[in-house]
Nanobody, 120 residues
Framework: QVRLVESEGGLVQAGGSLRLSCVAS????????MGWYRQAPGKQRELVAK??????NYADSVKGRFTISRDNAKNMVYLQMNSLKPEDTAVYYC???????????????WGQGTQVTVSS
């Protein structure tokens, strides 16, 4: 099995910063993309940031404020969130494309989610 575990989110004031981390563990041969998604109440889950093979992608709404980074040796991905806004309030989910064996396909795995609340 593969598990993704996110760090605790939290409550932060607008303009503040927060750093999320996520570690993948279990039966892992290799990991392709890792990223962060979020889901606000009443809205669909959306991509926040993703990194794969040195390429990163960000949602337009977070460009210039959020930074995704990765430690491949530790199977970890981080999301540094600066200049937070109330509209960043959501449950944040870690995501990874994992190959469990040399000849298996990559499969999507998700963390359990962590709440980030930004107060105005």
């Amino acid at each position: 099995q593969v598990r993704l575990v996110e760090s605790e989110g939290g409550l932060v004031q607008a303009g503040g910063s927060l750093r999320l981390s996520c570690v993948a563990s279990g039966s892992i041969f290799s990991i392709n993309a890792m990223g962060w998604y979020r889901q606000a109440p009443g809205k669909q889950r959306e991509l926040v940031a993703k990194t794969s093979g040195g390429t990163t992608n960000y949602a337009d709404s977070v460009k210039g404020r959020f930074t995704i980074s990765r430690d491949n040796a530790k199977n970890m991905v981080y999301l540094q969130m600066n200049s937070l806004k109330p509209e960043d309030t959501a449950v944040y989910y870690c995501n990874a494309d994992v190959k469990r064996r040399a000849y298996s396909n990559y499969i999507d795995y998700w963390g359990q989610g962590t709440q980030v609340t930004v107060s105005s």
